[in-house]
């Protein structure tokens, strides 16, 4: 899991191949739509594509004459797993420093506790 992860969050680490991840989950594309907005050879676009497949974001079709890339989704699941259990640790963190907070501060509404017995604030 690890090493695809890593392959995943690689592949996805440079802004060309980013953006032509954002561009394919609009819609397929050839190759020479998806090097249209770039400044860049057509073989530097086939490397970034390279890399996505490597890493299982896309796949290359073959429709008559073209090659259509798509955006294979199912792998971003992979990614979302690992990241929300991090999120929910992280936010399990953060409730239990609110609770030490809270106890710290006393009641969120700035009210004094008095205790009933002594008749005291606490």
Same mark, same amino acid.
């Given at each position: 899991?690890a090493?695809? %992860?890593?392959? $995943?969050f @690689? *592949?996805l680490?440079d802004p060309? /191949? /980013?953006d032509?991840v954002a561009?394919l *989950? +609009?819609a397929d594309?050839?190759v020479?739509? $998806?090097?249209?907005? =770039?400044d860049?050879? $057509?073989?530097a676009?086939?490397?970034?594509l390279?890399v996505l497949?490597s890493a299982?974001? +896309?796949? /290359? &079709? !073959?429709? @008559?004459?073209t !090659?259509?890339?798509? %955006?294979?989704a199912?792998v971003? #699941? ?5 990241i929300? !259990?991090?999120q929910?640790?992280a936010?399990? /963190? =953060?409730? !239990? %420093? #609110? *609770? +030490? %907070? #809270?106890?710290?501060? &006393?009641p969120a #509404? &700035?009210t +004094?506790?008095?205790d009933?017995?002594? &008749?005291?604030a606490?």
């Amino acid at each position: 899991m690890a090493d695809q %992860l890593s392959q $995943l969050f @690689a *592949a996805l680490a440079d802004p060309t /191949r /980013r953006d032509m991840v954002a561009r394919l *989950a +609009v819609a397929d594309a050839t190759v020479g739509q $998806l090097a249209e907005p =770039y400044d860049v050879s $057509l073989q530097a676009v086939s490397k970034h594509l390279k890399v996505l497949e490597s890493a299982g974001l +896309v796949t /290359r &079709g !073959r429709a @008559a004459q073209t !090659r259509p890339v798509h %955006l294979e989704a199912k792998v971003f #699941d992979l990614m979302t797993k690992w990241i929300e !259990r991090y999120q929910q640790q992280a936010e399990e /963190r =953060y409730q !239990r %420093l #609110d *609770a +030490v %907070l #809270d106890a710290m501060n &006393g009641p969120a #509404d &700035g009210t +004094v506790q008095t205790d009933p017995q002594e &008749g005291t604030a606490s």
